[in-house]
């Protein structure tokens, strides 16, 4: 009864390279939210997709982020370029799509990425 | 879009008293409000959620109300115990399914 996976768990960049989170939601689970988390403060959604489909990248910054989930494997995350404000936790959360499942999202451990 | 409020930011309580957290939003479409716990370094735990067609709704210890003609809904813990201490967020969605959060509430029970 896996739940929502992520790797790595911890990782260190150092500016300018880049950086791959990675997300595998609850099996039966067709649907992945990335949100990000500063210190001290609460999640804030950045895009939502589907099996090779982003439904809504409304929190996304314009530059530099970019995710997909494709039709095999786990849904990524990925910083180009990174700068010491992306330093966050990212976390992932999936749903299903019957009845009103689709609200509940579970979350994965996160990503904790620190830019030196 | 839709914005919430948390209070309180930091709420300590004796082991076996209750415990109230509080959130309020604008948006009147939003009509799913769920509440997580969060342990320190680790992800946000669904503990109860509440959609818009039901004012209360309970689970052993835990609650939440809502009311939607005001905009608010509630977390009641009641017979706190050490374990229960977190980080608990409010959170909500509505057409969009993406969740928006409260700022966080950090509980602690005192032994």
């Known amino acids: 009864n896996a739940g929502v996976m992520q790797n790595p768990r911890h990782l260190v960049r150092r500016r300018g390279q880049e950086a791959r989170l990675r997300c595998s939601p609850m099996?039966?689970?067709?649907?992945v939210y990335w949100y990000r988390q500063l210190p001290e403060e609460g999640l804030k959604f950045m895009v939502y997709?589907?099996?090779?489909?982003?439904?809504?990248e409304s929190g996304m910054p314009k530059e530099r982020f970019s995710a997909e989930f494709p039709k095999e494997g786990p849904s990524i995350l990925r910083i180009q370029q990174v700068v010491r404000g992306d330093s966050a936790a990212y976390f992932c959360?999936?749903?299903?799509?019957?009845?009103?499942?689709?609200?509940?999202?579970?979350f994965g451990p996160g990503t904790r990425l620190t830019v030196l | 879009g839709e914005n919430v409020e948390q209070h309180p930011s930091t709420l300590s309580v004796q082991e076996g008293d209750s415990a109230v957290i509080k959130c309020t939003y604008s948006?009147?479409?939003?009509?799913?409000f769920p509440w997580y716990k969060q342990e320190l370094g680790k992800g946000p735990q669904l503990i109860i959620d509440?959609?818009?067609?039901?004012g209360e709704k309970k689970d052993q210890r835990i609650a939440v109300t809502l009311n939607k003609t005001a905009k608010h809904f509630s977390l009641h813990i009641t017979e706190t115990q050490p374990e229960d201490s977190a980080v608990y967020f409010c959170?909500?969605?509505?057409?969009?399914?993406?969740?928006?959060f409260g700022s966080g509430t950090q509980l602690t029970v005192l032994p």
């Open positions: 959360a999936s749903s299903s799509v019957t009845g009103h499942s689709y609200n509940e999202q579970f």
């Open positions: 099996k039966g689970h067709s649907h």
């Open positions: 997709l589907q099996k090779e489909n982003i439904i809504d």
């Open positions: 948006d009147s479409a939003s009509n799913y």
């Open positions: 509440i959609r818009s067609n039901v």
């Open positions: 959170a909500l969605s509505g057409s969009a399914r993406q969740l928006t």
